[in-house]
């Protein structure tokens, strides 16, 4: 990576640099702590009798410069402050390329280097590199299980270890939390930055993410480390199942016991409020079973989950019957039930009307024929329903000539006996007992078939 970059600064560098200098450099170059770090140097001849004798590679620390490496075309390169020659060579030995490599890099690697050439008959000219070097952080983000609690409290760390400059971390996150960075220089010069992300902690917030978003000069785009958050929160523990309907010898009745937290809750410990459970009863984990209800569940249940935070315990009162239950099934059968009645009574009601109708239709078509023939007395239909629909407004009131009753007699016998004396008027009743016992002397009485026989032939 090193060689590429001081590849590309060269090329930017070149025109503007060219013409002037006779050395040629790069104004910056960066390496990594640990690879190496390539510093190019190169002198151009700018008169044809122009000589070398001689190339030094100096470094300027604290105001004073130090010979780091020497080249002499006799004598060979030379390294004053890498003695073995380990860290420190040229990469082409000769007066041309005079191109420095340094590495593993060090941080104190860093600072400013001269690339100084000894001609004749020029005298010394140089050209100067600075070489920063970086150390590429290492950044992990983590979650501190921390209590619910009303106290603000770290509960996620990031880290940035061992950059070099140090990093900057900031914090994604719609919870609104504080953070707070330090920073701490370490033995080899490189900085670890730490930062915490503050909150009050809230059964809410558990499970919740926060970002870390670190930046650093080694990173071509900013590292995001994702945390979920870990609030742990003791027990929530509900029963369920009891439905209100547990009477003697009813089979297969359950209760569950509920319970979330953090962490979740996994062990169940069930009792009643007089002591341990009934025999009758079996536990399957959050499950309390009972195979065949009698009187020694009528009691109170407890089902107590516990987690590293609490103990939490919760209990439901069971109330055995003696009959099942029907209330509840009462109450929407009943409604049921009525709702299906009235709409069979509207059923019956509206076949009625229309009955009714049918019939009358057809008494006025009767009616018809018989217009020719004396008016005989028209009873009213035997319909109660319809009276506000009666064709023609009855009669009660007028009182038949004999004629009219003889007639009606013989036009039918039998068919409106019974309604014709419930309907005539009172009075006429009172007149017409004597009338009746002589029409019955003239006519005979229409016998109970013929009557039946009538009413059938309406139905
Ligand atoms: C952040 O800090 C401020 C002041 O110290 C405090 O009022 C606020 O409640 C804190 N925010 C959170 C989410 O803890
Ligand atoms: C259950 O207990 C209640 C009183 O707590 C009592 O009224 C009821 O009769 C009991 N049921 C049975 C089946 O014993």
């Not at 004073?64 to 390294?79: D, I, L, T, W, Y």
């Not at 009131?397 to 007639?407: N, Q």
Request: with cysteine; net charge negative; aromatic share 6%.
């Amino acid at each position: 990576m090193g060689p590429l970059w001081s590849l590309g600064a060269l090329l930017c560098l070149l025109p503007g640099s060219s013409l002037a200098q006779t050395v040629r450099v790069l104004d910056e170059v960066t390496g990594f702590l640990g690879q190496e770090a390539v510093l190019p140097c190169h002198f151009v001849k700018a008169a044809p009798d122009s000589k070398v004798s001689q190339v030094t590679w100096m470094k300027e620390a604290s105001g004073r410069k130090q010979n780091v490496a020497v080249f002499h075309p006799e004598h060979g390169p030379s390294f004053p402050m890498d003695r073995e020659g380990t860290r420190i060579r040229f990469r082409t030995p000769s007066l041309e390329d005079t191109t420095l490599v340094i590495g593993p890099l060090r941080l104190d690697d860093q600072g400013t280097y001269f690339c100084e050439f000894a001609t004749y008959p020029g005298g010394n000219q140089d050209g100067v590199t600075h070489l920063i070097v970086l150390a590429k952080p290492t950044n992990t983000a983590e979650a501190h299980e921390v209590k619910v609690s009303n106290l603000e409290q770290p509960v996620a760390t990031c880290t940035s270890a061992q950059g070099k400059p140090p990093a900057r971390i900031t914090w994604q996150s719609s919870l609104g939390g504080n953070t707070s960075t330090s920073e701490v220089t370490n033995a080899d010069g490189t900085i670890t930055v730490t930062s915490q992300y503050r909150l009050v902690p809230s059964k809410e917030a558990n499970g919740q993410r926060v970002t870390c978003v670190v930046e650093h000069k080694s990173l071509p785009q900013p590292e995001t480390l994702p945390v979920t958050l870990s609030i742990l929160y003791p027990p929530e523990v509900s029963i369920v199942g009891y439905d209100d309907n547990w009477y003697l010898s009813r089979n297969e009745a359950m209760l569950t016991c509920r319970a979330n937290g953090n962490p979740m809750p996994t062990e169940f410990i069930w009792s009643t409020s007089s002591g341990p459970l009934p025999k009758t009863v079996t536990v399957q984990g959050g499950n309390l079973l009972v195979q065949n209800v009698d009187a020694s569940v009528n009691t109170t249940f407890i089902c107590q989950a516990t987690n590293r935070v609490g103990q939490v315990a919760t209990e439901q009162v069971i109330f055995v019957r003696d009959k099942p239950n029907l209330d509840g099934a009462g109450t929407t059968g009943g409604i049921i039930g009525g709702l299906i009645a009235g709409i069979v009574a509207l059923a019956v009601v509206a076949t009625g009307v229309l009955i009714c109708r049918q019939q009358q239709k057809n008494r006025m078509d009767h009616e018809e024929d018989d217009l020719e023939g004396p008016p005989p007395y028209k009873p009213p239909p035997p319909c109660q329903l319809s009276d506000e629909t009666e064709p023609e407004a009855p009669r009660y009131h007028e009182l038949p000539t004999l004629e009219e009753r003889e007639a009606a007699s013989e036009a039918g016998p039998g068919l409106e006996d019974d309604d014709y004396l419930d309907q005539i008027n009172p009075i006429y009743d009172g007149l017409s007992f004597p009338a009746m016992e002589d029409e019955a002397a003239l006519t005979p009485l229409p016998t109970d078939k013929a009557f039946v026989m009538s009413r059938a032939m309406y139905v």
